[in-house]
T-cell receptor, first 113, second 112 residues
Framework: ETGVTQSPTHLIKTRGQQVTLRCSSQSGHNTVSWYQQALGQGPQFIFQ???????GRGNFPPRFSGLQFPNYSSELNVNALELDDSALYLC????????????FGPGTRLLVL | DAKTTQPTSMDCAEGRAANLPCNHS???????VYWYRQIHSQGPQYIIHGLKNNETNEMASLIITEDRKSSTLILPHATLRDTAVYYCIVRGANFGNEKLTFGTGTRLTIIP
């Protein structure tokens, strides 16, 4: 069974640029959640996708957007990057909604200069 | 989701049991207690979760008090690889409660 994978592992961008991060969910999982973790903080929920539809969103501006594909993999897109967007971006997959356990990938570390 | 309170940091000797407490006094009847840990710069790792009864798996045991207002995660024989930040999270079971709300967790250091 393949776990959650994310790419790239590290990324450096400059302010104002756009970035796309990718996540492949664990085999059989149809739900993907994205989290942002700033240095020294706990992860913060960005949004969740279930069967290609957004299913809940945290307190993040519209320049954070996402997609889920028919194979349940997902992308997180961030436009107009700001310095404060520098963080570890985590993807978690689960089997369905409700109380299903979320399993996390290793994350993508984004640095915005 | 109910809020949780955890000590900021704890130390434990290698080979001893590590007992990590968590207070969740506002937990409601259909909310689960989840534990995750995060080893430096890696993604959070699921450990265990429970609703009312005590739970045990190959990683840890979860003891939930009868009134469900607090719980304790027990790592029975701590090793150096258990050094991590441990997060206690309370999460609803209903649709619409899918997000995990992380606090700042407990930084557990295993001492050789």
């Amino acid at each position: 069974e393949t776990g959650v994978t994310q790419s790239p592992t590290h990324l450096i961008k400059t302010r104002g640029q756009q970035v796309t991060l990718r996540c492949s969910s664990q085999s059989g999982h149809n739900t993907v959640s994205w989290y942002q973790q700033a240095l020294g903080q706990g992860p913060q929920f960005i949004f969740q996708y279930y069967r290609e539809e957004e299913n809940g969103r945290g307190n993040f501006p519209p320049r954070f957007s996402g997609l889920q594909f028919p194979n349940y993999s997902s992308e997180l897109n961030v436009n107009a990057l700001e310095l404060d967007d520098s963080a570890l971006y985590l993807c978690a997959s689960s089997l369905g909604l409700g109380s299903e356990t979320q399993y996390f990938g290793p994350g993508t570390r984004l640095l915005v200069l | 989701d109910a809020k949780t309170t955890q000590p900021t940091s704890m130390d434990c000797a290698e080979g001893r049991a590590a007992n990590l407490p968590c207070n969740h006094s506002t937990i409601s009847g259909n909310e689960y207690v989840y534990w995750y840990r995060q080893i430096h710069s890696q993604g959070p790792q699921y450990i265990i979760h429970g609703l009312k009864n005590n739970e045990t798996n190959e990683m840890a045991s979860l003891i939930i008090t009868e009134d469900r207002k607090s719980s304790t995660l027990i790592l029975p024989h701590a090793t150096l690889r258990d050094t991590a930040v441990y997060y206690c999270i309370v999460r609803g079971a209903n649709f619409g409660n899918e997000k995990l709300t992380f606090g700042t967790g407990t930084r557990l250091t295993i001492i050789p």
